[in-house]
Structure formats: C-alpha cells, structure tokens
C-alpha cells in the first residue's frame, strides 16, 4: 500500500460518517496449489458517502474480481468489505452494478426490467408504478418502456439498466466499464448523462475503467491498481470543479494529472509487458 | 400544420409496409405453387416415360382420383382425426413430464448426476425399438400407440430443456439476485423464460420425432390412422392410395410443426425485431 492510499485509508476509519464502502487489506485468489493465481493483493481504499471514485489499472488486472467483491458475488480470501460499517455477505440492492455486457432480461420490456427489484421486494404497485415513470422520464425512455431490451440502441440499453438500478436507490451505485462497446458519440453522450444524474443526486458510485481520460473525466478520487495480482498503486484526488465539462480537458490542471497518472500506468503496462513477453520469448528462442 | 402532416405520414407508412409484405406474400406463393406445378410435370414425365425402377408408379391424376374418392368417405377423415388425438395426447404429456424433469435436471447438479447416466443409457435406443416391449406391456394396442408416440418427443424435450437450463447466463442470475430476487422469482422470472427458447426448439423437433414414431407404431400395432391406412393400402396393392396416406402424413405433419411454432412465438415476443 503507498503512503497516500495508507493515509487515505487510516483517515477514513469506521466510525467516520462520511465514510460508505471500505475494502481493507482485501486478498483473493483463484485455483489450488500450483495452479493458485493471486488476483488481487492486500487491497485497500475507501469511498466516502457522495464520491465518485474510478478505479483503473491494466487490463485483466482484477477489476471485475474487485467488483464480484463488493457486489457480495464472491467473498474474499482475507480482508474485509464494509458498507456503512457492516460487512458485505451477499448480493443486495444496497449496491447495484452495471456491467459492461449488458444483463437486461431480454424477456422483459423496458417497464418490466425497471420494475423488476421493486416488484420482487414486494412494493406497493402504486407507488413502484410513479416511480417508474419518474425514472424513466428521467432517462428518456419513458416512450420505449413496452419495447424489448433486443429492440434498444446500446445506449438506450445501458440507460434501461441504470434505470432498473436507480429505482432501488442504493447506497453505491457500482459502474463496470459500463459505456464499453459504445460508438464514441453515444459514450460521450452517456458520460455527460451520468454526470449530470451524479451531480444531480450525488449518488456515491464505485467507476472501473480502462481508460484514463474517462476516469480523470469523471471522478473525484481516482484508485489506481497494479498489473496482476491487483494491489492500490496510488490514490489520486481529482480536483477538478464541479459540474464538470468536456472543456476541463484542456485545463492545465486535467493536463497534469493526467500525465501523472498515465506514467504510472505505463510503468504497471510495462512491467507487464515485460514479465510476460520475455518468458514468451524464452520459450520462444530455446525451442 | 404539423399534425395534419403527422396523420397523413401514419396510415401511408402502414399501407407501404403491408403492401410490401402483401408482394413478398403473393411473390413466395407463386413460386411455391409453380414449384408445386413443375413436381407434378415431373412425375408425370417420369411415368409417362417408364424410367426403369419408377415404373409402378401411378400418374399423379390416379393419385388424385384416389384421393377425391376417400376424401369423400369418413373413415379416411376418421384416420386423421385419430392420429392427430394420438400425436396431441402424446405430444402434450411428453411435454408435461419432460419440460420439469429437463427444468430439474438443468438446475440441480446432483439430481443430474444422478438421473443423467441412465437417461443417456436409454435414450440413444431407437423409439421404434420400444415397439415390441410397448405391444406386451400395455393391455391395449391404442395405450401402446401412446405410449411409443410419448417417448419419441420425450427425450428430445427433456434434454433440450437441460441444456437451455444450464446455457443461460450466470449475469442474468447475479442481477437478479442483486436486485432482491428470491429462489422462487429466480425460478419463474430468470429460469423458466430464459429456457423457453430452448423448450419451443426441443418442442419443434419433438413434434416431428412424434409423427415419426406415431406413424411405426400405427402401422405395426394400430386398427386405425393414417399410418394404418398407407400401410393398409400395401397390403391391399394399391399404390395410389399409399401415395394419398403419404402426402396425407406429410401434410398433418407440417400442420402441426406450423402449429407448435406459431405457440412458440407467441410465447417468446421478445424474440420478434420491430
């Protein structure tokens, strides 16, 4: 752990109320004996209560382990999760994810997947029903709610998911690479979107990416992680101002931070890069 | 201004696109019927023409004076009747036994273990090799024609269902728990419809495998059925009406594989693209 992610960490302990997710010292690993591959390593950072926190690191680093994590899929080897101080045991729509594939059920329309949580929590129908409509206007698909998830453009699809999410107000909305497979004006579209509903709500949301601009774009803490198994490299504060602009990208500001961020990452790329290609190429040259 | 112009847009976009599909209806049926035309030239080539081997075949004009004389008669209708209650029937408890036990089999590991390595034991034995056994073991001719016309779709079902069970996506379960769901709406809400593709194509192929079986079992064992009434028709050498109980077979059977897809997608809309 580096000293701003100890720091970071040791001052945000349990009891602060402005804490809401902590993942302490966090260890998992996948296989038996010869075969165990460590995925993610003493792993540790927090997010306060109203922060947009990406997380990003080289790809096939751990990410989607991390978030199996916290959404309570997988439990770790050792560590702990805590949301608000009690520790995560399962799944529960206190955190909800967004996956980078999309899991709308293609035999639900768009109401129907929206409705989903609150109808198998057993809401009042009345009240599921206004709310629903208030969501779905709020993303615009108010018109598309009797269509089929196979009859929605990508980022009706993705706006459909965050809806069926919003509607069980979690505590930390949890965004996997979710404008991934998107034509980059519908991605930038869907960036501003989720800013705008952030800034809005201040929804406090866990952001995994691969992409570096997006993370700086979006975040207010940024959790870099190393090359497998994942460890927290640095924790960086985003200071940008908020409501946030596609023209802070040309700030000086946005310029330095991403030029920090990206040298680390290169340095975790090329570590990479070089623990696995030269191996190749020894097997490669002896044969 | 704007909405005259909407409302005249509505009923035009409407009537291009049923135009279309009414074109590409009649363009599909013209070809249909003209290919129809050329078979039967063809036949009538080939007899008018004693091509060697084809020789016995009648014209297609004694096949079809043949076909208006039983046509006219009940007990050609009786046939029908009687073999499609026996391909429903069947057909209908095959699915009833089979859609769960495939349901159970797909979600429950153990159970599949346990139950897997007799099914596949058995199940590779021809339906019509059961004929023998089905004929001894149920007091009548009517229950063994039954009972044979069952096992064909069963297996065909059963192990569709399975592997529709286990092939949906494990995201689809996780969201769902996510989102509060509980084992029972995991069951009825994620389960059964992301299944039921594979329950309507192990019903589609099941319904063909039905007809197979029901058509051997009539003729070995039945009094009745248009399986009987071709096999009847050899005993008594009259060929055209073998060919009538053929081209009478092959139609029940596209009746009913058109009827079980049209069930299919009404039951799967989300299947259909706008």
Redesign the interface.
Known sequence: MTDVAAAQHAGNGGADQGLLLSVADVTKSFGEGEERQVCLENCSFSIARGELCTVIGPSGCGKSTLINLIAGYESPESGSITLEGSPVTGPGSDRLVVFQETTLFPWMTVYGNVVFGCKVKGRSPRETEEKARQILSKVGLYEFRDRYPSQLSGGMQRRTELARALINDPKLMILDEPFRGLDAMTKELMQEFYLKLFEETGLTTLFVTHELEEAIFMADTLVLLTHRPARVKEVLPIDLPRPRHFSMMASKKYFDLHSHAMELLVEEAKWAFGSEGVSEFDTVAGS | MSSTTLKMKGPNVGGTVSTYVRNALSLKTLEGISTLIAFVALWQAVVALRVPYLSNLPYPGDVWRNFTDVAVTTGYWINWVDSIKRIFVSFIIAQVVGIPLGLFMGMSRPFKQMAFPVFELVRPIPPIAWIPLAILFWPTEELSIYALTFIGPFFVIVLNVMQGVTSI?Q??K?????????PS?IFW??ML??A?PSIVTGMTVGIGVAWNVLIAAEMIAGHTGLGRMTWEAYTNGNIPLIIVGMASIGLAGYLCSGLVRAVGQRC????K??
């Open positions: 996506d995201s689809f996780r969201a769902a728990l996510s989102l509060g769901a509980k709406d809400k994620i419809p992301g039921l799967m809309p989300w299947q693209r706008v």
